[in-house]
């Protein structure tokens, strides 16, 4: 491998971001932020990384397999590099904005990096952009975070919106009385959404526990379908509170966004393990993989007092998947020697400008090898 091969290369799952893709993202992210602040979320931005144990303490936990570690040489302590900014922004809410008036809205958007990808998405490093919502207990919290992510993603331009609604904390409350390789068991079946497997544990889950995970497996899809079944089945108490939530909530979003592609899994809990009730995941028509996800947890925990709060996380790169491809913007070549007011005056119109620094050259063949599109010729612009 040669020595210009061999610095161009990098580790698996971290790119270069080139022309246009780079600036296509800035500007995504940008309005999104934009969006936000329109809904009165006031963005944040937490370090790169911090001491491990203020990073995983409490939920964190979940996200620790996730992360790079090194040693601080100045503090001689470990820290970690953010695999996720939910729970920085958590952090910042219950620590530092503590005394902050209820509810808080928080937003942020920054790089995150893990130690591996995932099947869908193998990038290690990439972009995130997100809300949290913080000391709102009631449905309408989890109600004003999905459509306001539903709605910002629209507003960007992307087609095609689906979002699919779970509650993780359901099926944990029918399997509350389950331990060992009885409670693995069962939790597979679930997440591989194995019928036959879970229908053969029938012995050791009892007919009945098998018979409402069974129907809540077939139940997933469409949420008019999906709504009917859950309020339909004969669930114990706390599993039943679950159920009047997730169904609250789905009713409602439907209400508001009824033209949107609305889908319940309520059996769903891969990614989910910190979530304390309604979740979400939002997809786009021919995209691999989710644009993001989100739902209610308690923030706080092992940092400071437990708040209820609901969040929403979006992944710039099939957010970008979703969008039509960026183009460069019209751009106009300025032959070397053209006024500096010529210049401020076009792009203050909204050309791209292209200032030539060799009077000797071909101005209109300059332009061409800059890719641009328009030459400024004797006080006009002119197509090339």
């Known amino acids: ?110 790089p995150v990096l893990r130690v591996k990808g995932s099947q869908s998405n193998p990038e290690r490093q990439f972009d995130q952009a997100g809300v949290e919502l913080i000391g709102a207990s009631a449905p309408e919290g989890d109600i004003e975070v999905i459509l306001m992510a ?14 699919d609604l779970g509650m993780p904390p359901l099926v944990g409350a029918l399997l509350a009385g389950l331990e060992g390789d009885a409670l693995a068991n069962a939790r597979a079946a679930l997440d591989r959404k194995d019928a036959a497997a879970l229908a053969g544990q029938a012995d050791v889950l009892g007919e009945r526990l098998a018979a409402v995970l069974s129907a809540l497996l077939a139940a997933s899809g469409a949420a008019d379908k999906a709504l009917a079944v859950l309020e339909d089945l004969d669930l114990p108490p706390a599993a039943a509170t679950e159920r009047e939530a997730l169904v609250e909530v789905a009713r409602r979003v439907r209400r508001e966004a009824p033209d949107l592609n609305l889908t319940v899994d309520a059996v769903e809990n891969r990614g989910f393990e910190y979530h304390a009730g309604v979740s979400f995941t939002l997809f786009a028509r021919g995209v691999t993989g989710e644009l993001g996800r989100g739902g209610r947890y308690r923030a706080g925990v092992g940092v400071g007092r437990a708040e209820a709060a609901t969040g929403v996380t979006l992944f710039m790169d099939p957010v970008l998947q979703s969008l039509p491809a960026p183009s460069d913007r019209h751009a106009i070549f300025l032959p070397a020697g053209t006024p500096g007011a010529d210049g401020r005056r076009l792009r203050d119109e909204g050309w791209t400008t292209v200032a030539g620094l060799d009077a000797g050259r071909d101005a209109a063949a300059e332009a061409r090898l800059m890719n641009c599109s328009h030459l400024w010729k004797d006080g006009k612009v002119t197509e090339l």
């Not at 061999?6 to 780079?22: M, R, S």
């Not at 329109?38 to 397999?65: I, T």
């Not at 539903?150 to 979002?163: D, T």
């Open 150 to 163: 539903v709605e910002s993603l629209i507003e960007l331009g992307v087609a095609g919106l689906s979002v």
């Open 1 to 110: 491998m040669s020595d210009l091969a061999e610095i161009a290369l990098l580790p698996a799952g971290l790119n270069d971001a080139l022309a246009p893709e780079a600036a296509f993202e800035a500007q995504a992210v940008a309005r999104l932020m934009r969006s936000f602040a329109a809904r009165g979320y006031q963005r944040v931005r937490p370090p790169l990384m911090e001491f491990e144990e203020s990073l995983f303490a409490g939920n964190g936990q979940a996200m620790a397999k996730h992360a790079f570690r090194l040693m601080d040489p100045v503090s001689r302590r470990m820290m970690a590099l953010r695999p996720d900014m939910t729970l920085q922004v958590a952090r910042i809410a219950t620590t530092r904005l503590k005394k902050a008036p209820r509810p808080l809205r928080l937003s942020y958007a920054g």
